[in-house]
């Protein structure tokens, strides 16, 4: 059974950095197209930044330049770093296995201005 678990969240202040990380069990994150989706209160679920096999990443427009999606396989771990936040990052953030349909508990992140 595949498992995401995320961890990394907290509060910071505005122009702080987070790493997000995701680490997957039960199936190589090499094997799967991972990404990262955020749901801000009273919005829609969104994607942030998504991985492929490949290695291609590719990110929402609104996080570009800030935010970086990487996986390490030896950890079997996918990671979000995101620096420069800003108060409308705010957001539960969730790992997720595109490909499969699989997804994380989420984890807060909450940035002050």
């Known amino acids: 059974q595949v498992q995401l678990v995320e961890s990394g969240g907290g509060l910071v202040q505005a122009g702080g950095s987070l790493r997000l990380s995701c680490v997957v069990s039960g199936r190589s994150v090499s094997f799967s197209a991972m990404g990262w989706y955020r749901q801000a209160p009273g919005k829609q679920r969104e994607l942030v930044a998504r991985?492929?096999?490949?290695?291609?990443?590719n990110y929402a427009d609104s996080v570009k330049g800030r935010f970086t999606i990487s996986e390490d396989s030896a950890r079997n771990t996918v990671y979000l770093q995101m620096n420069s936040l800003k108060p409308e990052d705010t957001a539960v953030y969730y790992c997720?296995?595109?490909?499969?349909?699989?997804w994380g508990q989420g984890t807060q992140v909450t940035v002050s201005s």
């Open positions: 997720t296995d595109t490909l499969y349909d699989i």
């Open positions: 991985i492929s096999r490949g290695g291609n990443t």
